[in-house]
Every structure is written in structure tokens, then in C-alpha cells.
């Protein structure tokens, strides 16, 4: 044990418990010194304003816990090259711990600051705190990635359990904490407009809202989760996600905390796994945002309609499924889904927009902004991606919306200029006849868009575009 103190950099794992380099920094008595920094730098994506945020309320939970054992947590702005070597520098740190991160410019980065640390006589140790396999400990039989998810998750479940829970860390040495920016110098939260009170109703940010949050799923809806978890309808799956995203809770805990059996652990199990499936691929495919996995992609003709595209975003399609999704992201910076899925659908197919538009809209709308899922799932959806739905399946927002919506309740709750509508209309308000739809408050147009686009013909537009790129 060294006498210097001990760096502990909070990043995407912000959490006291199962926290691998929290334990590893306390477990020798070190004096600790807790850090999170805004991290500015070339090649970073900026995270997104819902994303931003959630961090506040994440960060404000992390400090009270810290300080509750006798730590400050430091926060600093800026390139974390330059941070890092200042504070390791100034306060003479001997060793720094942080949690790996699977973002290649992330990853990147860190390689940068260790070498650094390193040649500076600062020791560093690094772990894997939030995927239970790390990218690259899954391979095929000829050491490669695995582009299709069932053999991946087959290899996955045949590893078994990575490791066990690390308990609520006990005690920790503090450091002299050196000087810290605060939550309010970074104004990362909204103001004029407010538009996050809502999002404020919806969530318990911080580690604390994710013990419960995982307390009141296994207590009241994984009973029934593989039957529930597509319907928006009903509160059926875990919303985790978030949670998940900022690293409050790990996987660990959650495959700890449920039963390691039975239909609706499996199938959690197997959401989970294409989490874990999605960061495969971010691995060995960096660019999973930004570049068509299937680069025969390439050559798709997508329409530029801005006008369509800020329909979409605004949730007035005229489609009322689309329209309870698009309006449930901007108000609670989630959604659901199935209804994710139809919304993405929607705007690759009925609009014909290149997937990189609606992938950037749910970057900077989700709380659960999440680099390898949300590329991951707007490539599967566009047919782009790696075991990806086949492009000749285009949603039908219909028959999408009667099937898991069946008495229109989630359109009702997002929608309500349509609400009076009956169950026939409520999913295609434009077959109601003039006198249901009068009687329902509705004058399609004025009150509710009108479709803007014909169901039919967009999707024989869609079909054509696709079946053209095949050839
Ligand atoms: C177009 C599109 C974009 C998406 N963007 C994101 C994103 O940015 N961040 C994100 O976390 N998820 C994303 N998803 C996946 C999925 O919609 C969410 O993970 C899920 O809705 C979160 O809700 P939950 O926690 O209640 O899920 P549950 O059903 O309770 O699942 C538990 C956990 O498993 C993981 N999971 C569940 N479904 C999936 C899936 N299809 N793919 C990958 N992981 C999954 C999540 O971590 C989730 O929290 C996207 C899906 C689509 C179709």
C-alpha cells in the first residue's frame, strides 16, 4: 500500500455499489480521491441534453452517497488528459482506478492516460464494471466478432455468471478533496424552457432510483414480463435503461437480483444479452453510428425532407402510434420498444429518411442514450445492420398499434385530441366516419394531422427503394 493517495475516476459507472475500481481503491485502506469530469476532448461525441440531464440528478445522488462516507467528489471541465496529469501532479497520487469503457475514441483516451500516468510513476489498474462479458471475451470459432446474435448469446450463456456482486463499499479513506467545480458552474439541466418537468415526475435519477426501480420490477412485473414487455400500454418492463446507461446499477446485479430461471428471467436475460450483443459490435465495428454495417447501404436513396422529419420529431405524423411514441420520448425521454421500433420504422420507410437522422434525434431526446444500443437497433431496424430485420419488413403502424395498444389506452395518454375517438378509429383516425370524428372533438387537419403519408403507397415507395439496392 502506497501512502499517496488513491484516484478513483467515476465515469459511466456511477455507483457506490458493485463498483469494481471503487472496491479495489478502498479495499487497501488507500486515501481516496473521487473524480468525475465533464470531459471535453477531440473525438468525443457530445452527450445529448436529455442524457445531460439525467447526469445531474446521477451526479447530485453519487456526491451525497460520497460524502456520506466522508468523500468529496471532484468535478472538473475539460480535456481529461490535461486534468488527470494536473491532479495526479498537484496531489501526488500513486495509483488511479477507473471502470473500462467500450466507445472507441473512450477507449482511446484512456490508453493515452494511462500511458501517461504510467510514465509518471502513478500506478493504474482498470476493471470491467457494466457488461457481464467485455467486447472481446466472446469470439467465432476463428477468433472473430459473431454478427448474429443467437450463436452470441448462445456463447454467452454457456460462460455462466462473470462474477459475483461486490457488495455497498463500508468505509473509505478520504484525501484531501482538491477544488471542485460545482453542478450549478455546469447548468446542465434546462431552464427557460423547462422542458424536463416531466422527465422530473417520471424518474428517481441516481443509484438510489435504481435499487428501487429493480426492487419494483421483480416485486410487481417480471411475473409476466415475456407477455407484458410489448405492450406500452402496460408498465412491463424493467425501465432500467437509464440506469443502466449511466452506470447506477450493473447487469451483474440485475441477473443477481432475479431467478436464474423460468420464462420471464430468460427472456430478460435475453434483452439483456442483446445489450451485451450491441456492444460486440461497437467493438469491432467503431463506426456503428455513423457507417452502414452493410455497406451496400451505402448507395440508398434516402429523401431529404426536413418538413417530414420535424413532423416525426414533434409527433404529428398523423399516425396516432408514432405519435404516443414520438410525443413519450420528449416528454419522458423514453419509449417504449415496440413503439421504438415503429417510430424507427416509420421514419426509414414510410418517409424514406436515412436512419443517421432518427438515431441523432434519440441521441439528444433519450435518458438512456446509449452508444452501441441505439446505433445498434436504428441499423437493425433499418435492415443496415448486422443480423438485422429483413429490409421488406416495414411496420404496419395499424396493425402495430391494435395488436400491443388494443384498446388505445398509451395513444389515448400521449394523443389526447384524439382520445374520445372509439377502439376501431382510435389507431386510423381517418376511416371514422364525419360523425364519429365530430362527435369526438376531432377535425382531422385542423386538430389532428392528417396522415402524411398514404400507408399503401409508402410502402410500395419503400419496397421499390429496397428491392433497387438489391439488385
Ligand atoms: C430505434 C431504437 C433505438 C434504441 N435506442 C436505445 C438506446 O439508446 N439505449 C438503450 O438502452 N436501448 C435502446 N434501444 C433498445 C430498447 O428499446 C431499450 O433498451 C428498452 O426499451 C429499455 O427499456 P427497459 O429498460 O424497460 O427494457 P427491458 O425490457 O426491461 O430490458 C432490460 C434491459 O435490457 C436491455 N435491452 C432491452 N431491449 C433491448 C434491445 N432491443 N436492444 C438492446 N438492449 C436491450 C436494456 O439495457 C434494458 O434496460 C433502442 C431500440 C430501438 C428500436
Same mark, same amino acid.
Given at each position: ?36 469530469? !465533464? +470531459?471535453?476532448?477531440?473525438?468525443? *461525441?457530445? &452527450? ?18 460520497? +460524502? ?17 496529469? @494536473?491532479?495526479?501532479?498537484? @496531489? ?13 475514441? %473512450? ?24 457488461? !457481464?462479458? +467485455? ?45 471542485? %467545480? ?24 441516481? @443509484? ?49 437480483? &432475479? ?69 413519450? !420520448? ?9 413503439? *421504438? ?24 431526446? !433519450? ?8 446505433? #445498434? ?24 398499434? @391494435? ?36 362527435? #369526438? ?31
Amino acid at each position: 500500500m502506497t501512502s499517496r493517495p488513491a484516484l478513483v475516476w467515476f465515469r459511466n459507472d456511477l455507483r457506490l455499489s458493485d463498483n469494481p475500481a471503487l472496491h479495489a481503491a478502498t479495499k487497501n485502506g488507500a486515501q481516496v480521491i473521487a473524480l468525475y469530469i !465533464l +470531459e471535453e476532448a477531440k473525438g468525443l *461525441r457530445p &452527450m445529448g441534453a436529455a442524457w445531460r440531464w439525467w447526469l445531474t440528478g446521477s451526479l447530485r445522488t453519487l456526491s451525497e452517497n460520497l +460524502e456520506a462516507r466522508g468523500v468529496s467528489l471532484v468535478l472538473r471541465r475539460g480535456n481529461p488528459i490535461k486534468i488527470i496529469a @494536473e491532479l495526479v501532479g498537484d @496531489e501526488k497520487i500513486g495509483i488511479a482506478y477507473w471502470n473500462r469503457r467500450y466507445v472507441a475514441a %473512450e477507449a482511446k483516451l484512456d490508453t493515452e492516460i494511462e500511458q501517461q500516468l504510467l510514465a509518471n510513476d502513478c500506478a493504474v489498474e482498470t476493471f470491467n464494471a457494466s457488461l !457481464l462479458n +467485455e467486447p472481446w471475451s466472446i469470439q467465432s470459432k476463428t477468433g472473430g466478432p459473431i454478427r448474429v446474435f443467437t450463436p452470441y448469446f448462445r456463447a454467452s450463456e454457456e460462460r455462466g455468471n462473470p462474477r459475483n456482486v461486490i457488495g455497498y463499499v463500508g468505509k473509505i479513506g478520504a484525501a484531501k478533496a482538491p477544488k471542485s %467545480e460545482t453542478l450549478e458552474d455546469w447548468d446542465l439541466e434546462p431552464s427557460k424552457p423547462d422542458w424536463a418537468t416531466d422527465m422530473d415526475v417520471s424518474w428517481t435519477r441516481g @443509484e438510489n432510483g435504481a435499487k428501487q426501480r429493480l426492487k419494483d420490477f421483480l416485486k410487481d412485473a417480471l411475473k409476466g414480463y415475456a407477455e407484458h414487455r410489448d405492450r406500452p400500454d402496460i408498465d412491463g418492463t424493467s425501465r432500467l435503461s437509464p440506469y443502466l446507461a449511466h452506470g447506477e446499477i450493473s447487469p451483474h446485479q440485475i441477473a443477481e437480483a &432475479m431467478p436464474a430461471r423460468g420464462r420471464d428471467a430468460d427472456k430478460l436475460r435475453a434483452e439483456i444479452g442483446w445489450r451485451e450483443f450491441s456492444y460486440h459490435l461497437l467493438h469491432h465495428y467503431p463506426a456503428l453510428a455513423r457507417e452502414n454495417f452493410q455497406r451496400r447501404f451505402d448507395a440508398f436513396p434516402w429523401r431529404d425532407d426536413n418538413k417530414a422529419l420535424a413532423r416525426w420529431q414533434r409527433g404529428l405524423t398523423g399516425y396516432p402510434i408514432v405519435d404516443a411514441g414520438m410525443r413519450q !420520448l420528449w416528454r419522458t425521454g423514453w419509449m417504449h420498444n415496440r413503439v *421504438r421500433m415503429v417510430c424507427a420504422s416509420f421514419l426509414i420507410k414510410h418517409l424514406l429518411l436515412d436512419w443517421r437522422l432518427g438515431e441523432a434525434w434519440f441521441w439528444d431526446t !433519450l435518458v438512456d442514450a446509449d452508444p452501441a444500443n441505439n446505433a #445498434a437497433s436504428w441499423q437493425w431496424v433499418a435492415g443496415s445492420g448486422a443480423d438485422a430485420a429483413p429490409y421488406f419488413r416495414v411496420f404496419n403502424p395499424m396493425l402495430q398499434g @391494435e395488436k400491443f395498444d388494443p384498446d388505445g389506452s398509451y395513444v389515448r395518454n400521449w394523443v389526447p385530441e384524439i382520445a374520445a375517438l372509439p377502439n376501431e378509429t382510435i389507431h386510423k383516425p381517418w376511416v371514422a366516419s364525419p360523425l364519429e370524428l365530430a362527435a #369526438a372533438g376531432v377535425a382531422l387537419g385542423k386538430t389532428y394531422p392528417a396522415p402524411i403519408v398514404d400507408h399503401q403507397e409508402a410502402r410500395e415507395r419503400a419496397l421499390r427503394a429496397f428491392e433497387a439496392l438489391k439488385t
